[in-house]
Structure formats: C-alpha cells, structure tokens
C-alpha cells in the first residue's frame, strides 16, 4: 500500500512538471494521438433525458429527493432537464460537429425496470436506448454505457432501502443482465458505476444527495448514520459490481466482445505542510477517497488506513468474495476535478473535512492564504491544472462566454499531457 501511494505520488510531481513545460506548447494535433484514441462528451441520464413521466419510465430516488423542500438551492428537478429524451438526435448532431467518436452515457434504472426486479420490463424504455445506441453507430460514435450514475428505481428506496441492503446485488445484475441481452450486441464498453465513492459519500455521510441520510458532525438529516452507512452502502456497490463483471465475463464477453471496468472520482492530494502527520493524512485522505473502492476491487480488500481507522465499522469480505473481487475489470475510468491541500486532524484537532471526513483530516484549497491552482467558477475546484469550471453571471456577454480561451487553455494543456503520457 505504502510503496504504492508512493508511486502515484512520484507520478503527480513528474506530471506537474510536465503541465509547467506544456504550458508553452502553442497547439495540439489530432496526429499526436493515434486513431484508436477516442475523444468523447460525456453525460448522465437523470441530468439530460427529461421526460422523467414519459414512456412508462417509473419514478427513481431523484424524482423523489427533488420534490423534498430545501434540497436543492433553486427548486430545480429533472423533469424536464435538456430534453435529451426528445432531442437525442439533434444532440448526437452536436456531437458529431464537434468530431468526437464516442459518447459516455447512463442508464435510466427506471427507464428499463420502471420497478426494479419487482415489475415488467419496460419496452418503450429499450426501444429509446436502442435508438440513441443505432443513431450514434451510424455517425460513428462509440456508446460507452454507464449502468449506474447515481439514479435507482424509487421502489428499491422504499422496500429495502437499495444500497444499504445486500438484496441490491440481485437487482443491479437482473437490470445488467436486460442491458446486456438488449444491447450488448452494439455496446462495446460497459461501466457498471460512475463516481461511486462520490454517491456513497453525499447519500450517507453528508446527506446532499439521495437518499440523503447523515448524522453530525457531517450533516444535518433527520435520518442515517455517517459513522457506518456510508461503508456499508460502498460494500453492496463494491459486490454489485463484482457481481455484474462475474456475469458479463461469464456469459457476454466471449460472445459480445465488449469491455467492461468502473468509474471513480479521483482527487489529488497534497500534504498542507512538510510534516510527517500531514503526508500521512494525504495518505489517509487517498485511501478513503479512491483506493476504498480501488483496492477491493484489484486486491480483494479494503485499504490498511481504512480498517485501522473505522475497525468493525469497516465491512468484511468473504474469502470468495475477495476472489471474485480481485483483478477483474477491463479498465479503470478516471474523473478527475481538482487537487487539495490536507492537514492531520489526529494529533491536532480540526474541523473535519466533510467529503474525506472519517480520515480524519482537513482539506483546503489554500496554503498560506495562496491558492493550489487558478480559480475557477467552482468554489473548492482550482485549476492545478486538472479541473475546471467556468465562472458565471460576471456580467459577461454570450460572444465572451462562447470565447471561452480559458477552457481552450485548459483542454490543450491537458491533452497535450495525455499525448506526451502515450509517448
Ligand atoms: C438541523 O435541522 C433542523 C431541522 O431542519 C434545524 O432545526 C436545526 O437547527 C439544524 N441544526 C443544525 C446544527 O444546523
Ligand atoms: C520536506 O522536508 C524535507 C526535510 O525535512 C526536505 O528534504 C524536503 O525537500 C522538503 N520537501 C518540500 C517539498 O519542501
Ligand atoms: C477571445 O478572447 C481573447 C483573450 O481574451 C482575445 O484575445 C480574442 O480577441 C477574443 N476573440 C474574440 C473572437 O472575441
């Protein structure tokens, strides 16, 4: 573990090195990549499909958390969202101007399973995917198809409070196992989850997303327990996962040719001083961000700082479990949004940090009143230089916006790291 970390740390110094180098390349070639490389957008379905009533899709966990009064800051929902349900073809022409050769998209769960496991399955559901999966072949677009972004039948919620039960495993495998048959034939690359870490860690530990359980000092809910939910709703993700590779493998792959892996958030972090205490809880603050779902998933078990830390809060994995875990996926999917500073909250205390908290450490984005990276319009996302977000409502016009040489920046330094990785 330790060597490990120590790896990866090696590699995020040689690669800011090389961000500070590529800053001077003027411009970027699609020659600098090879044609098998695939540069895509990406999306989920809750966030663009709309139509939340329509084609009997039935009612997931954020219809439902979004009706809740102070959920979400505007009262927005997803009813109708960009209307992607209705305009996917006009979406894919947009995607097909901008010269990108895949796509990455969820599955709505209720959309094909408007009940989970417990109803019929929903034809009109499979004809929409199968529409969108047929129009982006024929402009030569690579659906890269994500099971679950975060949305699950509402029903799962209600009967056995979905991941905090193990009687999810069954469930996700049945709908993969629909997906599979019905459009494993076209669909090349799977993903069974994206950003799991992050769903866990806003569903139970700070209570911003659904189901939206926490307890302090993490949040404020009226329900849930942020010392163990959240391990125990990423233990069934981690075998649901399992489990859905395990079927792919046995039963697809040889026949489909496909691939399949996983998608987690990764953030950087960087010890706040050079002190001991403070690059071990970077250490600290890795293990329970990314290898909490990495390392089970290549090494069979949970990492050393994780079980020294939560102890029996922490759940086991059978011997057979730790054998279906291990080694099974494809490829790893990276997002990645910004880099923080961390500082030891165990020998001295702090305000704990409320997306790494039971690390017991504080992330912060500034050390000695300097930022990690430029800012961006995103409060705790700075460009160091791996993530951005546009600011908004600076009083710029819509040509400002549309000239946005920020973003360009951004993407050719970054690609051009990518291009100089592959060599
Ligand atoms: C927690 O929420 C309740 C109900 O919304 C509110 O009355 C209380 O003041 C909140 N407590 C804290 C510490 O924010
Ligand atoms: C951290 O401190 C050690 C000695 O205590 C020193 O060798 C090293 O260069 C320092 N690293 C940084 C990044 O300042
Ligand atoms: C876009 O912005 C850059 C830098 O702010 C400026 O130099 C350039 O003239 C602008 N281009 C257009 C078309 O407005």
Not at 180 to 203: A, C, Q, S
Not at 216 to 244: K, M, Q, R, W
Request: net charge negative.
């Amino acid at each position: 573990m330790r060597e490990r970390e120590m790896n990866i740390k090696k590699k995020g110094a040689l690669s800011l090195t090389f961000i500070a180098l590529l800053v001077m390349v003027e411009g970027i070639e699609r020659a600098q990549f090879s044609s098998s490389f695939l540069f895509g957008t990406s999306t989920s379905s809750y966030q663009i499909e709309g139509a939340v009533s329509d084609g009997n899709r039935g009612p997931s966990n954020w219809d439902i958390f979004t009706q809740l009064p102070g959920k979400i800051k505007d009262n927005s929902n997803g009813d109708i969202a960009d209307n992607h349900y209705n305009l996917y073809e006009e979406d894919i022409e947009l995607m097909h101007s901008l010269g990108v050769n895949s796509y990455r998209f969820s599955i709505s769960w209720s959309r094909i399973l408007p009940r989970g496991q417990f109803g019929e399955i929903n034809q009109v559901g499979i004809a929409f995917y199968n529409n969108l999966i047929d129009s982006l072949l024929l402009k030569g677009i690579q659906p890269f198809v994500t099971l679950n972004h975060f949305d699950i039948p509402q029903e799962l919620e209600e009967r056995y409070r979905a991941w905090l039960s193990p009687e999810i495993q069954q469930d996700f495998a049945y709908f993969a196992k629909v997906c599979f048959d019905e459009f494993g034939d076209r669909v090349k690359y799977w993903t069974t989850f994206n950003e799991p870490n992050l769903m866990v860690i806003h569903g139970y530990l700070n209570g911003e997303k659904p189901p939206g359980r926490c307890s302090e000092p993490f949040g404020n809910c009226s329900l849930g327990d942020s010392s163990t939910e959240p391990y125990i709703a990423a233990h069934n993700v981690i075998l649901s996962h399992a489990t859905v590779v395990a079927i792919y493998k046995n039963n697809y792959q040889a026949k489909q040719g496909g691939s399949i892996g996983i998608v987690i958030m990764t953030a950087w972090y960087e010890p706040l001083r050079n002190i001991t205490v403070d690059i071990l809880a970077a250490q600290r603050a890795l293990s329970f961000g990314t290898a909490w779902f990495l390392d089970p998933i290549f090494y069979g078990d949970y990492p050393t700082e994780m079980r020294q830390i939560l102890a029996s809060r922490l759940p086991t994995f059978t011997a057979e479990e730790k054998v279906k875990l291990r080694n099974q996926v494809d490829f790893i999917g990276i997002n990645h949004y910004s880099s923080h500073y961390v500082k030891d909250c165990i020998f001295s205390p702090c305000d704990l940090d409320d997306l790494s908290g039971n690390a017991l450490v504080f992330t912060t984005s500034l050390r000695n009143g300097v930022p990690i990276g430029a800012p961006t319009g995103m409060p705790t996302m700075y460009v160091v230089p791996y993530g951005y977000g546009q600011p908004r409502n600076n009083g710029e016009s819509l040509n400002d916006l549309i000239n946005d040489t920020k973003r360009v920046e951004f993407l050719k330094n970054y690609l051009s790291f990518v291009a100089t990785a592959i060599r």
